[in-house]
């Protein structure tokens, strides 16, 4: 961000300052301070209402962040507002901005920036052009980590409760994960739709956001719970993934479908987002079941266990791996999802046709 503020000391009668910050949550300040960490130990964590948040403002400690955002560019229209930002270092690293023709390129590119430019800077640079912006027509996803820390600032793990006059206890659970970004960045949640092959964007109302959700059961434990199995979440969102985990492990063993798992979902939905109550000492999903990370590790487990595959009809037998590639080699044959061939596992029951078992191991 780029601050410029009224000051009689300075020749111009203007200061300018350049700033980074990145602003969380109260209950996610440890990962402010890896931030703090990872940078060196610049900067400072000021405490606000609710909020921490890590300031760098010093300009020899600014030229970190930026070597940083060089090397690992934004990939959101971000990357717009960061271009602009190192226009504007590299213009007081110069010491321009102490001429009224270099304040005036900074006026021009804080235009362009963020929210713009307050009334008073409008007032005092009437004749201003804003600084053109760079648009990213097309992000690329550089790799599954950085999908991981995306969700982990931006992105929703949802359950509700809902009433339903067709369901037999009245009730509908609807679950599913979500993250939201301004339209301008439409593209990029586009994306998700293939980079995870399943989900749909959808734009809001007000046509000022959008959001891409993942629904289908299906697709948030064959493809969703594994993604995020592998590239952890951080934060205090993690345990909203636990509580959420638990919720979809309850849904599968049909759990929902009675008043007792109603109440335990609803418990549940009680310790996530914002209805949480901090407890430093242990997770606070782990004070409403302690099976719950334990039931995350249930589906991990599954699907990295070897299973073998009877052919009903031949009697042939087929060993594999894990469950996903019995999965993929199955996929072209006779589709049986992920989740039905966890559901049988063991069973000793025919799913279109096969049998399937876990076993120890494949020599």
């Known amino acids: 961000m780029i601050t410029i503020r009224e000051n009689p000391g300075c020749n111009l009668g203007w200061a300018v300052v350049a700033a980074f910050q990145i602003s969380l949550h109260v209950k996610d300040k440890a990962i402010l301070n890896e931030i703090e960490a990872?940078?060196?130990?610049?900067?400072?964590?000021?405490?606000?209402?609710?909020?921490?948040?890590?300031?760098?403002?010093?300009?020899?400690?600014?030229?970190?962040?930026?070597?940083?955002?060089?090397?690992?560019?934004?990939?959101?229209?971000?990357?717009?507002?960061?271009?602009?930002?190192?226009?504007?270092?590299?213009?007081?690293?110069?010491?321009?901005?102490?001429?009224?023709?270099?304040?005036?390129?900074?006026?021009?590119?804080?235009?362009s920036m963020n929210l713009g430019l307050s009334k008073k800077l409008q007032e005092a640079f009437p004749n201003i052009n804003q600084k053109n912006r760079l648009l990213v027509h097309t992000p690329k996803i550089p790799n599954p980590f950085w999908i991981a820390g995306f969700t982990s600032g931006e992105g929703c793990f949802f359950f509700n409760i809902g009433k339903d006059s067709k369901m037999k206890l009245g009730y509908r659970v609807r679950v599913g994960f979500q993250l939201t970004q301004h339209i301008r960045d439409r593209q990029l949640l586009i994306l998700l739709e293939t980079y995870f092959g399943c989900g749909k964007y959808y734009l809001a109302n007000d046509h000022r956001h959008g959001d891409y959700i993942v629904s289908d059961i299906s697709a948030l434990v064959e493809k969703i719970i594994p993604f995020f199995t592998q590239y952890k979440i951080i934060g205090i969102k993690e345990q909203d993934y636990l509580c959420w985990c638990e919720a979809i492990n309850l849904i599968i063993a049909k759990k929902h479908l009675t008043l007792e798992g109603i109440d335990q979902i609803r418990k549940l939905r009680g310790n996530m987002n914002t209805s949480r109550v901090l407890v430093e000492s242990e997770s606070p999903c782990l004070e409403v079941g302690k099976e719950i990370i334990s039931n995350v590790n249930v589906i991990k487990r599954r699907l990295v266990k070897p299973i073998r595959v009877q052919e009903v009809k031949s009697g042939k037998t087929l060993n594999f791996s894990s469950i996903r590639e019995a999965y993929l080699y199955l996929l072209n044959i006779n589709k049986v999802s992920i989740s039905t061939i966890s559901r049988y596992l063991d069973t000793g029951k025919s799913v279109k046709g096969y049998i399937f078992f876990s076993v120890n191991n494949i020599d």
């Open 38 to 111: 990872f940078f060196g130990g610049i900067g400072q964590n000021k405490q606000g209402k609710n909020k921490w948040t890590f300031v760098v403002s010093s300009l020899n400690e600014i030229k970190k962040i930026v070597e940083h955002f060089d090397i690992y560019p934004l990939i959101t229209q971000k990357y717009g507002d960061y271009l602009l930002f190192r226009e504007a270092v590299t213009l007081i690293q110069r010491k321009e901005h102490l001429t009224l023709e270099g304040l005036e390129k900074i006026v021009a590119i804080k235009a």
